[in-house]
């Protein structure tokens, strides 16, 4: 392999061809990931009209487009709420737009760890090919999954209306709540593309371990069943990012507690994906 110049290449693949130098320093490996990371950022748009590209193209020939998962979604609710708020014995104003915005949010939270899993792989082809930011892959990940999420707000939406129910001023904090959501969607979507574009065995393993984190984190059932022992629950990461766009929508406060352990939480992994990125970023494409 021929040695150019760092600054006569892309910032995007300049550092693959010095990564093969044991020499090169950690710092340079931050500064290529850090100059990725800006040059995804402003392709912002080339990330957004390739997410929606993806959702035309999943869809493409349907009647309804995405609006079949909004569909199925709705049908589901539907049917746990009656369901379970009989086996409960709750009461279905309280329970049906809480199972409403539990199931809507979290499908927008699984989508973004498995989506995140294969966010390197799938764009193979384009990565091989064309000279990229690796982190407009995760952009476009990020954005499909949001375009979804915007889809099955309606259902939660109808919910609300049939119901009158009214969060008021305090839905208001369901907004920075969501903002916190993009930066740790992002924060996961980077060491997840990579670690499953070199280890191909990990996606299951993940669909595994979300499936078991539905049943643990209350989704289906409320936090207060718990009783005393409802406190634990702050130790569940899923937990904590759930409530900070749950509660408010709801009409509830979320609570210092819970934002200080979704924050940190943001932190943690904003920090680890950026350390692991720097570290392998020259790789992937050789993994993919």
Do not use: K
Not at 19 to 37: K, S
Not at 43 to 62: A, E, K, M, N, Q
Not at 201 to 215: K, L, N, Y
Not at 249 to 257: K, Q, R
């Amino acid at each position: 392999m021929s040695v150019v110049a760092p600054d006569r290449l892309h910032p995007a693949t300049a550092d693959m061809t010095f990564e093969i130098r044991p020499g090169l320093a950690m710092g340079e490996r931050a500064r290529f990931a850090a100059q990725d990371i800006l040059d995804g950022l402003r392709l912002w748009r080339l990330g957004w009209t390739l997410g929606w590209l993806d959702i035309r193209l999943r869809y493409r020939g349907s009647l309804l487009g995405p609006f079949w998962l909004t569909l199925s979604t709705a049908v589901m609710i539907g049917s746990l709420g009656f369901l379970y708020a009989a086996l409960f014995n709750m009461d279905l104003r309280v329970y049906l737009p809480f199972i409403a915005l539990s199931q809507v949010l979290w499908t927008f939270i699984a989508g973004i760890v498995s989506d995140g899993c294969t966010c390197f792989t799938q764009s193979e082809g384009t990565i091989r090919s064309v000279r990229l930011p690796l982190f407009l892959h995760v952009l476009r990940t990020v954005v499909r999954n949001v375009l979804t999420l915007a889809h099955n707000v309606v259902v939660i939406a109808v919910v609300f209306v049939l119901l009158s129910i009214n969060p008021g001023w305090t839905g208001l904090w369901a907004v920075p709540g969501l903002l916190v959501w993009l930066v740790a969607s992002v924060a996961v979507c980077l060491p997840l593309g990579a670690i499953c574009a070199r280890f191909r065995d990990i996606p299951p393993i993940i669909g595994s371990v979300m499936q078991i984190a539905f049943f643990v984190t209350p989704v289906i059932w409320l936090p207060s069943q718990l009783g005393a022992r409802e406190h634990w629950m702050l130790f569940n990461p899923f937990f904590d990012l759930l409530e900070i766009v749950r509660e408010p929508l709801l009409g509830a406060s979320a609570g210092a507690h819970v934002w200080g352990a979704a924050l940190a939480i943001t932190v943690v992994l904003c920090a680890g994906s950026l350390a692991l990125f720097a570290r392998v970023r020259g790789r992937i494409a050789f993994w993919i």
